[in-house]
């Protein structure tokens, strides 16, 4: 089971710590929403080439992921922009006059190592304040988890995540289903004289949540 998973809330606090007004920033921002959009693994992330970005399509191209498998997946708007802003105002600063089409660079113009990236992935969760240890796989195991409790069939996050095998991905309806359980055991007949408890679920539930449980939003 996934140690720690990050809320919506902790996901957007995190990718806001990059410095966007820096060229660096920019590129971290682009790395961070593509992890968040697609949940691909470190490697898969250092490995990215720019022809496997299909903005047009709104897809990105794995090429051999784990067990050497290509997967085509889509990836969300925001994180293209992000990649788009990176193109335009940063990379052909810092690409090597014998370019390799590597997607994201480091200052020297090479490509990350898998140590490199885990490092600053985890320096900007730790500076975002959430308190929840990780670094790539963190988004990883967040993007799965939220995708499923915002009603995805686990088969689509099993192709998103290329996963060989459906009980590889099924882990990730355990951790969604937390919330559910912890509804059920407040609001149960069986439980109704712990309405206190109630009240304490639902103020720390994300509206989206609250919403698919009760079909209402937090009052203000």
């Avoid at 990050?6 to 929403?33: H, K, P, Q, W, Y």
């Avoid at 067990?67 to 810092?94: C, F, M, T």
Wanted: glycine share 6%; net charge positive; with cysteine.
């Amino acid at each position: 089971m996934p140690k720690h998973i990050l809320s919506e809330e902790e996901a957007e606090r995190v990718l806001n710590v990059a410095d966007v007004t820096s060229a660096l920033g920019i590129r971290d921002r682009a790395i961070l929403e593509t992890f968040y959009s697609t949940g691909i693994r470190r490697t898969e992330m250092i490995n990215l080439q720019v022809h496997d970005i299909d903005a047009d399509r709104g897809t990105l191209m794995v090429r051999q992921g784990k067990g050497s498998r290509d997967r085509l997946i889509p990836i969300g708007d925001r994180a293209l922009a992000w990649i788009a802003k990176y193109l335009n105002e940063v990379r052909h600063k810092i690409v090597l006059a014998d370019d390799q089409g590597t997607l994201f660079l480091v200052v020297t113009g090479d490509a990350f190592s898998p140590r490199s990236l885990g490092l600053m992935v985890a320096d900007y969760i730790k500076r975002s304040g959430v308190n929840k240890s990780g670094s790539c796989h963190l988004f990883r195991h967040t993007m799965a988890t939220l995708m499923l409790e915002n009603g995805a069939d686990v088969r689509f996050v099993q192709v998103m995540l290329g996963h060989a095998q459906l009980t590889s991905t099924q882990v990730y309806t355990q951790v969604a289903i937390r919330a559910l359980k912890e509804i059920h055991t407040a609001t149960h007949p069986a439980r109704l004289e712990r309405r206190e408890d109630v009240k304490k679920i639902e103020d720390s539930m994300p509206n989206r949540l609250l919403k698919r449980v009760y079909g209402k939003e937090k009052q203000s």
